[in-house]
């Protein structure tokens, strides 16, 4: 079946450190992956996505690329902030799926001290 | 931009009782969604609709159920509560293209049933 692992956390970070969210999924034939965050209190918002193999996708200062060699998506920033402290989610939509029911990793908790 | 709203930030509930989650969002998408987010779980699909009057089971759907009478609107419903239904849960919405729309997140309702 379709899946998505990602690192455990919480992982905590010094401010301006370079971060890497390993995700990896399952899943038939070539899904559409996303990165979704919730900042504290509130829900989850998209961060990126990239929707075919090689893709990148970026925002805020993030970026991750669609790798099917490696069924991968890891997430990564240069120098995080103290305003980055958040809960990420990596997320994939299978194949041929109707209604974007799009299925989600257990997320990590990314702690940015100054 | 798009807004999802939810009828209860913070709910507390007794066993047996008949509980109702309003969510409601305000940029004529086609699909909806609740969640239910637990900690080390990520987030499980409970019910979705892609229109008016439609449901559809999602991974949870047990002890729930759902009603979609207006477009804009998407109610969940626990019949009888259980502790095992204490829970952070979330309502979503995308526009339903079938093109790996962004889901649009409400702030969640953390549900305590004592």
């Known amino acids: 079946g379709n899946s998505v692992t990602q690192m455990e956390g919480p992982v905590t970070l010094s401010e301006e450190a370079f971060l890497t969210i390993n995700c990896t999924y399952t899943?038939?034939?070539?899904?559409?992956l996303f990165w979704y965050v919730q900042y504290p209190g509130e829900g989850l918002q998209l961060l990126l996505k990239a929707t075919k193999a090689d893709d990148k996708g970026s925002n805020k200062g993030f970026e991750a690329t669609y790798r099917k060699e490696t069924t991968s998506f890891h997430l990564e920033k240069g120098s995080v902030q103290v305003s980055d402290s958040a809960v990420y989610f990596c997320?994939?939509?299978?194949?041929?799926?109707?209604?974007?029911?799009?299925?989600f990793g257990p997320g990590t908790s990314l702690s940015v001290i100054p | 931009d798009v807004k999802v709203t939810q009828s209860s930030r913070y709910l507390v509930k007794r066993t047996g009782e008949k509980v109702f989650l309003e969510c409601v969002q305000d940029m004529d998408h086609e699909n909806m969604f609740w969640y239910r987010q637990d900690p080390g779980l990520g987030l499980r699909l409970i019910y979705f609709?892609?229109?008016?009057?439609?449901?559809e089971k999602g991974d949870i759907p047990e002890g729930y159920s759902v009603s979609r009478e207006k477009k804009e609107r998407f109610s969940l419903i626990l019949e009888s509560a259980s502790t095992n239904q204490t829970s952070m849960y979330l309502c979503?919405?995308?526009f339903g293209s079938g093109g790996a729309d962004t889901q649009y997140f409400g702030p969640g309702t953390r549900l305590t049933v004592l």
């Open positions: 899943a038939t034939g070539y899904p559409s």
């Open positions: 997320a994939l939509l299978p194949m041929k799926t109707s209604y974007d029911k799009v299925i």
């Open positions: 979503a919405s995308s």
């Open positions: 609709s892609y229109d008016v009057k439609m449901k």
